[in-house]
Every structure is written in structure tokens, then in C-alpha cells.
């Protein structure tokens, strides 16, 4: 503690995409170079407390095989072969290229791409300036958070919640959908804390022991895509046994009675016979919610990851209505509060320069949209050039061989700006090297709780890398709109707008105060006055088409999916890849400790942690295939076939088998990752990816074709 207090100290926020975006305490050993990474112990979420793998985040910033020099390809692509240039010379040749694409095709036969590699306003949305300036083709970035987004707001109308640091006051939490000691250690911190000063009970709900589940008094595996049978059954013994809170219910919902009899079939038995749960588990998590009224739901984002998600998450939100549990401190849904910040980012993402008229192309699917699937196109030209950044969608976006394909395109010009050679670097034709976090300026803002954190330049960056708002700026410069509104500005001053046109400030003033609490008013963030809709009633009947939602796709785009089949009421809907006699087994790629998406996975601690892909596989159904712990064992579907090694573990259902963490595609061993598996098309009703929800056979690697 004291060798910690005698070190020069930085403070900052982690960039990563998680909704913690945890304040930081960074060791500075010198102008370049950093020590531990600790959380910072004033800030009330954060509470001292940070995942392990940003804690040795010294391994990522000075790691040898960071790119350090622009490269431009000089053999076929995807072959490895590069020759330094200068960033002049990089520049220049993305420009030049993307000029030529334009003048051939037109505008939208540009598509810059990018997402949450960081998550500072400046560095990761400043891209968009330059897209609208230039009319390149629009960014529906939906691969992360739509389906979940949008069950919550069909219930609560507004993207908010109970202060997430009222788990630490409630008398249960509940932790669904959500591995929350691998993906936000802070849920963990503060449901704890419950348990230790309260005698809190925390409830798990998931579809396999992880590592979250083993800190649970009451855990719940269930199968995947089942999350809304169980949520209609526990509403079903609530109405039964006396439990739901009815003068809440008269008050503040908009059909109690209509959900009361739609749930009268929807029986713990049925629920049973569809999740994988016992009668008995079902009733005792709905008797426990039922007689808490203090309960938080602490609702994540493994909702995002299947096809009949958006349901889910609206159905498991409606218990929170049912119970009453809103009225009381610690008590509630919580989901993000990413509603509250009310950021104004036009400077910075020059939306006023934004012709409408220009198609959006959809995040998710770009393996469709790069091999020129119609459907994905919008009616507009092929994508023939590209610039990516802070993504490697290679290796993170689904029906990963339709995208290589893309890639691979001969006509397909890409420029990737990157930290490491990742699976899509590999695929470019100029890969231009980033600076880390520490070494550039940001502003950064947390769903998962209520601060803005500042992370200032803390270091210098080494010799070579340079910041996605440098890129940015000289690209505008060569193509010609850098007289445009919002180019010229630096990074400090984009935040003085932004803070400034919230009433937040300045950069100097938050450097002073490191980060600003904006969570609302106990009434607010509680729903007291009424909930997001228009009437002020939560919603047990949803308007699947006709609701706003943060993230809902440009009326250009329309809706997805199988809309009809959505229900009028919570329900269980199988929108999923079911399982059939050719694909047995219901796959789902869930996180890894010690990866971050694909980040981290070329820090040697964390490869050494996690060791090599693995597929957990229910010790019976191993059996059944003459699988013993260690072999190699092949699972496929529609779309393809890669190699894992089998682990017997039985915190699963039989028929359930989990991939965790995204390894690069190399660390498999026909060099393809496991996002050959996962499908493209696009949920109902707005979007999203759905990785977690596939059917796929499996069979002995020997014995395959």
C-alpha cells in the first residue's frame, strides 16, 4: 500500500467495451512507460475494484509485437508479406484508393467500419465525421446491444435504472444473463457487499456454472433461449400464491389483468419441460422474488446473444412489475443506464452534414455485405473500400468465412488501424499502428453505471503509433472536407464541446475532478412519476414495430426478422435455432475470463490462462459419442466445421455445449475461429447478433469426412 502510494499515479478509465468502464489508477514509472493498474478507491462504482486483465494492462501497452511502423501489402492477401511506408506515403494511398472507388461506384461504395475496440466518444465515433462529410455508406452498428435494448424498452419506455450501487442495499439480486465475475467484476462488488451487511441472497440465472454461479446461493442452469418460459412461470406462481403487488400493479402497468390470464396456461410444469429447470427450482426463485421485496434484477447482456433475446429481456423485466420491487431502494430492473448521459456529439460526429438519403449497411452482416448478398446491400453499390478501426471483425462477426471471402475480394481496397496483427489486419492492404488508451486524450461513459470519466494522455505513445482522430484529420485533408464543421478541432477540444454543451465543464475541469456522477433522482431512475412511455405505464403488451428504442435501425433498413411471430404478451417464442436430429446440440460462445472480445488474447498471461480452445461437453453426452476429456472433437453446422478439444464438465443441460472467449483464428487449428458457426441473418425486430444461439452436430475429430 504504501509502495502504491509513493508512485507517481495517472488516473484514467478503461476503454473496454464493458458497462463497468471502471476509474482507473495507472503506476507511471516514467514519460512511457506504466506499472500496475489499479481501480480507483473514491470512485463509488469502481469501489478500488478492476478485472485482472486491465489490472496488468503494462503487458498490452508494452508488448513487443505491438505495430509500431504503417505496413502495406506487398504479396497476395492474406499471405503476411508488408513493406513499411511512411505515414505520409500509408495515407496517401488510402485516399488515393478510395478517391478511385468513389469516382467508379460512387460515394456509398465506401463503408468505414468500426465499434467498441475503444470506448472514449473521440476516438471511436470521430469516424462518423468523416463518413457524413464524404456521404460514405451509413454504420448500423448493431452487434452488441439491440436485442437487449429493445426487450428492455418495449417494458420501461427509457434506457435507465435503479443506481446500480443499490444491489449493495438490496435484500436479494438477482444475476441473469450476465457472467458478471468474468465480463463487470463491480456487479460483484456491490451484490457482495449485500450479502455481507444485509445477508442478501444473489440468484444466478444462466446456462452453465460459470464463474459467476459459484458465488450464487440459488443457481438456475438453464437452456439456452429458455430465458422467457422462465421468467412467464415465476409471474405465473406470483398471481397464484397472493405474491404479485396488485395496487402497484392498478397503478403503474398498463394490462395486469390481461397478463394475469395469458399466464394462467404458463404453468412452472410447462416452463419445466422447456428450460431444463425443475418445478421446485422455478417455484422457490418465484416464492424468493415474490417475498423480496427489495430484489434486483441485474439484467445483462447474454440477453443480446439469441434470436427471441429482445423477448426475453422484456419478459424477465415485467417480474420486477409484477413484484412491485420498483418502489423500494435496491429493488427494481436494472439493465443500463445508458439513457442518462445525454451527450451531444454533432461537432464531433458531423451529423448536421448527414444526407439521409445514403443507405445504411448493417454491422452484423458484413460477411453478407462484402460477398454482395442483396439483401445486405440496400439496393446501393458493392462495398469496394473500407476503413476499420477499433474491430476485428475477421475474428468477431459472425458467419466468419463469408467474411474472409469478402476480404479476400480482389476489388475490396481496406485499411485497417490497429494495435496488433489481428485475424483482419492480416486480410488488408495498408495496416496503419494505434496508440493505447494511455497515450491519447478521451472521454469515456459507463451503462453500466452513471459516471463520464475523463482518461487523459498519461504517457507518450512509442515512436510510430498515431490516434484515430489523427487518422481522421488526415484523411479529411486528402479528400478534401477538412473545411468541413468539426475537422480541425484536437481532441481536448471535442470534449470541451461535448462536456460543455451538457453543463459538465471543461477537459481541464474534469482532469480536476477525474469523473461526474450523473445518476437521477431516486423518483427517476425508480420510474416514481411513470415510466418511459408516453401513458407512464410499464408495458406488459409490447409494440414490437411501433416502439423507439436507442438503437433501432433507419426506417431505410425497416424491421427484421420473423416480426409476426412475437408475442402480444411475455411468452416463450422459439425465434432460436432449435435443435434438430442433424444438429443435436445448441451451441453458445460465451466469454472468456481473461479475453476481452479478442482482446487480450495476445497478452501472454492471459493465453496462458485460458490455455487452448476448449468445448465443454456434458459428461453423458461425451459418453454417448465416445468422447473422453481431451479429444478433438468436431462441431459443425450449415455454415462450417471447426476443431476444439473436448472438457467433460457438467454445469450444463445435456444437449448444451459452450465455447468460451474469442481466440484468434490461428489458435484453432485449421486456422478458422469459432465464428464460422454463428449466423448473420438479423433478429427480430431491430437487429443485433445472435451468438449464442446456434444448432450444430458434434463428432470425433478422427472420424470427420
Known amino acids: ?55 496488468r494492462y503494462a503487458d498490452r501497452v508494452h508488448h513487443q509485437d505491438r505495430l509500431l511502423k504503417p505496413l502495406v501489402r506487398a504479396g497476395a492477401k492474406g499471405d503476411g508479406v508488408w513493406k513499411e511506408a511512411s505515414w505520409e506515403a500509408a495515407l496517401d494511398l488510402v485516399a488515393e484508393k478510395f478517391i478511385a472507388a468513389e469516382e467508379k461506384y460512387g460515394s456509398e461504395t465506401v463503408w468505414p467500419y468500426y465499434y467498441a475496440g475503444t470506448m472514449g466518444l473521440v476516438q471511436r465515433d470521430g469516424i462518423d465525421r468523416l ?126 389483468k390481461g397478463l394475469e390470464e395469458h399466464l394462467r396456461t404458463r404453468t412452472p410444469e410447462w416452463a419445466a419441460d422447456i428450460t431444463g429447470l425443475t418445478v421446485a427450482e422455478i417455484e422457490a426463485f418465484a416464492r424468493l422474488v415474490g417475498t ?53 456529439q454533432e461537432v464531433l460526429e458531423g451529423t448536421k452534414m448527414r444526407d439521409p438519403s445514403i443507405r445504411f449497411l448493417d454491422h452484423s452482416r458484413i460477411g453478407p455485405v462484402l460477398t454482395g448478398a442483396t439483401d445486405a446491400l440496400y439496393g446501393g453499390p458493392p462495398v469496394t473500400a473500407m476503413l476499420i478501426q477499433n474491430t476485428n471483425p475477421a475474428n468477431v462477426a459472425p458467419e466468419q468465412r463469408l467474411v474472409k471471402q469478402g476480404f479476400l475480394r480482389d476489388d475490396l481496397f481496406t485499411c485497417v488501424h490497429e494495435q496488433f496483427m489481428t485475424d483482419t489486419a492480416k486480410l488488408a492492404d495498408v495496416v496503419l499502428p494505434a496508440t493505447m488508451f494511455l497515450e491519447h486524450d478521451d472521454v469515456y461513459k459507463g451503462g453500466g453505471n452513471q459516471h463520464i470519466t475523463l482518461g487523459p494522455k498519461l504517457i507518450e505513445p512509442p515512436e510510430g503509433p498515431r ?36 453543463g459538465l465543464g471543461s477537459f481541464d475541469s474534469l482532469k480536476e475532478d477525474k469523473w461526474v456522477d450523473l445518476q437521477p433522482d431516486f423518483d427517476t431512475a425508480h420510474f416514481i412519476k411513470g415510466f418511459g412511455h408516453a401513458d407512464g405505464k410499464f408495458r406488459f403488451r409490447a409494440d414490437w414495430t411501433g416502439q423507439p428504442a436507442p438503437n433501432r435501425p433507419p426506417k431505410s433498413m425497416g424491421l427484421f426478422g420473423p416480426v409476426e411471430r412475437l408475442p402480444e404478451f411475455p411468452d416463450h ?20 475470463r481473461n479475453f476481452l472480445n479478442s482482446t487480450f488474447a495476445e497478452t501472454p498471461v492471459s493465453k496462458e490462462k485460458e490455455g487452448r480452445p476448449v468445448l465443454l461437453l456434458h459428461p453423458d453426452d461425451a459418453a454417448d459419442l465416445g468422447l473422453a476429456d481431451g479429444d478433438r472433437v468436431e462441431v459443425g453446422n450449415p455454415r462450417g466445421e471447426v476443431v476444439l478439444h473436448a472438457k467433460l464438465f457438467d454445469g450444463i443441460k445435456r444437449g448444451v455445449v459452450i465455447a468460451e472467449g474469442i481466440w484468434p483464428n490461428s489458435a484453432h487449428e485449421r486456422g478458422e475461429g469459432i465464428n464460422v458457426l454463428t449466423g448473420a441473418d438479423a433478429p427480430a425486430p431491430y437487429g443485433g447478433a445472435a451468438f449464442h444461439d446456434n444448432k450444430v452436430w458434434l463428432r470425433a475429430a478422427n472420424q470427420a469426412g
Open 573 to 592: 417464442v422459439d425465434l432460436i435455432e432449435v435443435a434438430d436430429e442433424a444438429h443435436p446440440f445448441r451451441l453458445t460462445t460465451s466469454p472468456a
Open 1 to 55: 500500500m504504501n509502495q502504491h502510494a509513493k508512485l507517481r499515479i495517472g488516473h484514467s478509465a478503461c476503454p473496454h467495451d464493458c458497462p463497468s468502464t471502471c476509474a482507473l489508477e495507472v503506476e507511471l514509472l516514467d514519460g512511457n512507460r506504466i506499472g500496475r493498474v489499479h481501480g480507483a478507491k473514491a470512485n463509488s462504482y469502481t469501489a478500488g475494484v478492476i478485472c485482472a486483465k486491465v489490472a
Open 292 to 344: 423480496t421485496k427489495k430484489t434486483y434484477f441485474r439484467l445483462g447482456y447474454g440477453f443480446a446473444r439469441q434470436r427471441n433475446g429482445a423477448v426475453n429481456m422484456h419478459a424477465a423485466s415485467c417480474i420486477a412489475a409484477v413484484t412491485g420491487s420498483w418502489q423500494y431502494e435496491g429493488g427494481g430492473a436494472f439493465h443500463s443506464n445508458s439513457g442518462i448521459f445525454k451527450l451531444n
Open 467 to 502: 490516434t484515430n482522430h489523427f487518422v481522421i484529420e488526415e484523411l479529411a485533408q486528402r479528400l478534401g472536407v477538412a473545411d468541413r464543421p468539426g475537422f480541425g478541432l484536437t481532441e481536448q477540444q471535442h470534449i470541451d464541446i461535448i462536456l460543455g454543451k451538457r
Open 131 to 256: 463518413r457524413h462529410a464524404k456521404k460514405y455508406s451509413g454504420f448500423f452498428g448493431s452487434i452488441c446491444t439491440n436485442l437487449a435494448w429493445t426487450g428492455w424498452m418495449m417494458g420501461a419506455g427509457a434506457l435507465r435504472g435503479p443506481d446500480p450501487r443499490e444491489m449493495a442495499k438490496s435484500d436479494c439480486v438477482v444475476i441473469w444473463g450476465t457472467n458478471a465475475v468474468v465480463t463487470q467484476v463491480n456487479v460483484m462488488t456491490h451484490a457482495i457487499k449485500a450479502r455481507k451487511e444485509r445477508g442478501a441472497r444473489i440468484v444466478v440465472i444462466d446456462v452453465y456454472e460459470n464463474a459467476t454461479m459459484k458465488q450464487a446461493d440459488l443457481g438456475l442452469v438453464l437452456r439456452p433461449g429458455t430465458d422467457g418460459a422462465l421468467a412467464c412461470a415465476v409471474m405465473h406462481v406470483l398471481f397464484r400464491e397472493g405474491l404479485a403487488d396488485r395496487a402497484y400493479l392498478e397503478k403503474y402497468t398498463d394490462d395486469p
